[in-house]
């Protein structure tokens, strides 16, 4: 399968803590992009990252890319209660015309 | 922009009823995409569009799905006749280029009894 594969599945921490999540993957890409989607709403994108770059920031996130491991992290730092949310990462696989979305990680961030 | 309209936003309707689905893309967006959510099978690609045309529908589950873009503004997916495995939540997102960011829009929760 195509398909980036979340690790963990679920993750809970105590507000104020870091957040990482994984993602792996198995082809080469064009580029690998992080979502977010709140309960009962539709997800949100976060970041993207071409497979050329190695690292990404946007406020409290930071996306590093590894093409060498075919592996992404996104860190959320400094978690809020309104960060609780799931994540998704998604790849753009090359020689492919549609972004592959992963099962998602559950973070919960207890005040 | 108003993002990606989907309608209705709740559907319950009964096993063997047909059900339309609707979505209006950010306007200037090429590409169109429906999704399934479900706890079970989580987010599924359904089918795509590139510039009104059908790119991949090979995750449409069954010949009782079809998905049409007449034009650049308007897309539906409907299930003729609907079964209780169909509920789930159906998201339509669209994005300038199939491999883009794409756009969600608020989702369409779908119940058959």
């Known amino acids: 399968s195509q398909q980036g594969e979340e690790d963990p599945q679920a993750l809970s921490i105590q507000e104020g803590e870091n957040a990482t999540m994984n993602c792996s993957y198995k082809?080469?890409?064009?580029?690998l992009q992080w979502y977010r989607q709140n309960s009962g709403r539709g997800l949100v994108h976060l970041i993207l990252?071409?497979?050329?770059?190695r690292e990404k920031h946007s406020g409290r996130l930071r996306v590093t890319l590894d093409t060498s491991k075919k592996s992404s992290s996104l860190l959320i730092t400094a978690s809020r209660a309104a960060d609780t949310a799931s994540y998704f990462c998604?790849?753009?696989?090359?020689?492919?015309?549609?972004?592959?979305f992963g099962q998602g990680t559950r973070l919960t961030i207890n005040p | 922009d108003a993002g990606v309209i989907q309608s209705p936003r709740h559907e319950v309707t009964e096993m063997g009823q047909e059900v339309t689905l609707r979505c209006k893309p950010i306007?200037?967006?090429?590409?169109l995409f429906w999704y399934r959510q479900t706890m079970m099978r989580g987010l599924e690609l359904l089918i795509y569009?590139?510039?009104?045309?059908?790119?991949?529908d090979s995750g449409m589950p069954e010949d009782r799905f079809s998905a049409k873009m007449p034009n650049a503004s308007f897309s539906t997916l409907k299930i003729q006749p609907s079964e209780p495995r169909d509920s789930a939540v159906y998201f339509c997102?669209?994005?300038?280029?199939?491999?883009?960011?794409?756009?969600f829009g608020p989702g369409t929760r779908l119940t058959v009894l």
């Open positions: 997102a669209s994005s300038l280029f199939t491999t883009d960011t794409q756009y």
């Open positions: 082809t080469s890409i064009n580029n």
């Open positions: 990252i071409r497979s050329n770059e």
């Open positions: 998604a790849t753009g696989f090359q020689g492919a015309q549609k972004l592959v």
């Open positions: 306007s200037g967006h090429n590409s």
């Open positions: 569009f590139n510039n009104n045309v059908p790119i991949d």
